[in-house]
């Protein structure tokens, strides 16, 4: 079934594609030949023609060019072959010499007798030339053209180029497939680019099959990404059945025992003899559900690693989301674990994560508090000031410590120079709350707190995070 549905996503990404890349391409490669057509014929018959006319006005005599500025015209443009003057059925001039009551030919009189106001002709005097004529005055200027001058831009591998008047655009029988025209009304031309049959087959095949290059790679892409979702969700189940994820410990210093009061359990994972930090997979042990799993046996471990400590007056610190602290069938369970190792009275505190947004269900989120603190346990507002919870919920929650984001002062960060922590402590201090700083790094940042009146630091300053067995052996630097 997942096979037939990947073929069927795979068919219709493909001719989707086919489709969008074929007109992207047809329309492409058409204006590409319309606009070099169309340079040439300004720079070749248009221009041409602004100059004849433009020499005429100012250089005519008896309603005729003179042999110098003809000649004139003619040098400067090494594609005309030579330029005549009609008039009553007769060429009175061209170019190069007086040509005295030259008739014109039979082709040329059924183009005139037409009417118009301008013709294109080819082959009426020499295979290699084309001619163009314009009405002017009471006659007709033909200018002879060398075919190679148009021959050039018309030609192409791809699509079929033509230059037709706009009286004959119309009448061609060779119709050429998803054509696309430009009219040039000062010449009275047309520009035509379009397809012959097999030229458009070659240009759709080579788009289907791009378009299904492209589409096996998107459909691999798009398959590969929510498979390492699932690899990640097996790998985890797999560190969970193995006991892969293990606590490390960050220890809080208090400047009033001047010694370290606690100590935040953190969460490794232990996989192949690397250590994996929590920003990697915190987030999808929390989207499956896991993290219960995962932080009971965090404290299990912590509670045995506290038991054989050299540390034992040390209280304990877990982190808990809004959404573990409203499962009351949860906390009953973590509290049951907690009565049970006897050591650990009065000497956990969870700290409430900002991380999500169920804050607002105040209600519920006070009747589990409560029952924690109703078996000895202290509670903490975990980075303070950068999550979801507000004034009034730290208000209105029993809390027993406030926990200040780095953020607020490192002076890395933009908001440290603000009076935000001032009022932070300020604050906690109208609440009696313990106050501690987390991610102490430098003596400066030491100092800053201090100055605050704030209880307790954490950080790499005093405490860098070590695992089971360097706490044990209380080897902390």
């Given at each position: ?24 391409s ?36 008896n309603?005729?060019l ?41 082709e ?61 655009f ?20 047309v ?12 240009l ?39 006991e ?35 920003y990697?997979f ?48 949860y ?9 049970k ?19 607002i ?18 509670l ?70 201090k ?13 860098k ?13």
């Amino acid at each position: 079934m997942t096979h037939s549905k990947n073929t069927f996503y795979f068919l219709l990404l493909t001719i989707t594609l086919t489709i969008i890349t074929s007109l992207t391409s047809i329309n492409y490669i058409e204006n590409r030949e319309t606009n070099k057509v169309l340079d040439i014929i300004v720079n070749r018959i248009y221009l041409a023609k602004v100059n004849l006319e433009k020499n005429h006005y100012f250089n005519h005599k008896n309603n005729q060019l003179s042999n110098k500025a003809l000649n004139k015209i003619i040098f400067n443009n090494p594609y005309i072959q030579s330029i005549e003057y009609i008039n009553d059925n007769h060429y009175l001039k061209n170019g190069k010499y007086i040509i005295k009551n030259k008739s014109l030919s039979p082709e040329i009189k059924i183009l005139l007798h037409k009417n118009r106001s301008t013709f294109l002709t080819t082959q009426l005097t020499k295979s290699n030339i084309f001619s163009y004529i314009f009405r002017f005055g009471t006659g007709y200027y033909q200018i002879n053209y060398y075919f190679s001058s148009l021959q050039a831009a018309l030609h192409s591998n791809i699509t079929v180029n033509r230059v037709s008047d706009i009286y004959d655009f119309d009448n061609n029988n060779d119709k050429l497939l998803l054509s696309k025209y430009i009219t040039l009304n000062a010449t009275g031309l047309v520009i035509e680019s379009g397809f012959k049959f097999k030229a458009l087959s070659i240009l759709i095949l080579i788009c289907v099959v791009i378009s299904s290059l492209f589409s096996y790679c998107i459909i691999k892409l798009f398959l590969s990404f929510f498979n390492q979702k699932n690899i990640m969700y097996r790998s985890i189940k797999k560190g969970i059945k193995n006991e892969q994820f293990i606590p490390f410990y960050q220890q809080i210093y208090s400047f009033k025992d001047n010694d370290f009061i606690a100590a935040e359990v953190l969460c490794r994972w232990k996989k192949n003899d690397e250590i994996i930090p929590p920003y990697k997979f915190i987030s999808e042990l929390e989207a499956y559900d896991e993290i219960n799993e995962v932080t009971l046996h965090l404290m299990k471990t912590a509670f045995s690693d506290l038991k054989k400590s050299h540390q034992k007056k040390l209280l304990l610190s877990f982190n808990f989301t809004v959404k573990m602290m409203l499962n009351h069938d949860y906390i009953s369970e973590v509290i049951k674990i907690i009565e049970k190792n006897h050591h650990v009275k009065n000497k956990i505190i969870i700290e409430l994560t900002e991380s999500d947004n169920r804050f607002i269900h105040i209600d519920k989120l006070k009747e589990s508090m409560l029952m924690l603190k109703s078996h000895g346990i202290l509670l903490s507002i975990d980075d303070f000031g950068t999550g979801y919870s507000n004034l009034y919920t730290i208000q209105e929650l029993p809390f027993d410590i406030m926990k200040i984001d780095r953020a607020f002062i490192s002076n890395k960060y933009a908001v440290s120079n603000s009076n935000m922590l001032d009022m932070m402590v300020s604050l906690g201090k109208s609440m009696n709350l313990l106050i501690v700083a987390e991610g102490i790094e430098t003596e400066d940042e030491l100092l800053r707190i201090k100055n605050l009146d704030i209880d307790c630091c954490q950080g790499f300053y005093f405490s860098k995070p070590c695992d089971s067995k360097k706490f044990i052996l209380g080897e902390v630097k």
